[in-house]
């Protein structure tokens, strides 16, 4: 199993531009989540998908759209980017939306947007 | 929303136990206390996790106060390798999920 994967690990963006992280896992996990982290600081919820066809906003998620293609599939997307996205994107699974499940991160993409 | 606080960073000695605090004054009967550690440049990984009861698995302990408005994580024997930061979390069950990271305790283990 690989787990969670992302593409791609790195990117840099000019303002305005548009880009689509891609996220998929292969756990058979029902949620998935999308965060973004910033220079020392926690992780920030931006948007969740507690199954499959569902999608909803999270802590801060303006800038920003999501779609569930399928149940292995999450993605994000930035329609015109500024330089306030530039962070780390991390993409999570848990198994349902039950809160004790245990959330399987990916490996992250880093994001710079000049 | 539910919120932690925990120190900003700990040093431990190699070999030696690690306590790792974590208040959490405003937790609700159903939000269970989650740990997550982040290696430099990696997602983070779980650790435990517990809703009233003290936890143990492979990894570490979980210590839940009577109150549930503090927790401990205890690692038995710190290496090298557990030097990251560790992230104290509520999950709540109902509501608006809201999984809330604070800005962890970064542990420095000592060789």
């Known amino acids: 199993n690989a787990g969670v994967t992302q593409t791609p690990k790195f990117q840099v963006l000019k303002t305005g531009q548009s880009m689509t992280l891609q996220c998929a896992q292969d756990?058979?996990?029902?949620?998935m989540y999308w965060y973004r982290q910033d220079p020392g600081m926690g992780l920030r919820l931006i948007y969740y998908?507690?199954?499959?066809?569902?999608?909803d906003k999270g802590e801060v998620p303006n800038g920003y759209n999501v779609s569930r293609l399928n149940k292995r599939e999450f993605s994000l997307r930035l329609e015109s980017a500024a330089p306030s996205q530039t962070s780390v994107y991390f993409c999570a699974s848990t198994l349902d939306w039950a809160a004790y499940n245990e959330q399987f991160f990916g490996p992250g993409t880093r994001l710079t947007v000049l | 929303d539910a919120k932690t606080t925990q120190p900003n960073s700990m040093e431990s000695n190699e070999e030696e136990p690690v306590h790792l605090p974590c208040n959490h004054s405003?937790?609700?009967?159903?939000?269970?206390i989650h740990w997550y550690r982040q290696l430099p440049s990696q997602g983070p990984e779980y650790v435990i996790h517990g809703l009233t009861s003290n936890v143990n698995n492979r990894m570490a302990s979980l210590a839940i106060a009577e109150d549930r408005k503090s927790s401990t994580l205890i690692l038995h024997r710190a290496t090298l390798r557990d030097a990251a930061v560790y992230y104290c979390?509520?999950?709540?069950?109902?509501?608006?999920?809201?999984?809330?990271f604070g800005t962890g305790t970064r542990l420095k283990v000592l060789a």
């Open positions: 979390i509520l999950s709540r069950t109902s509501g608006t999920y809201k999984y809330i």
């Open positions: 756990m058979n996990h029902n949620s």
């Open positions: 405003t937790i609700s009967g159903t939000d269970y």
């Open positions: 998908s507690a199954s499959e066809g569902t999608t």
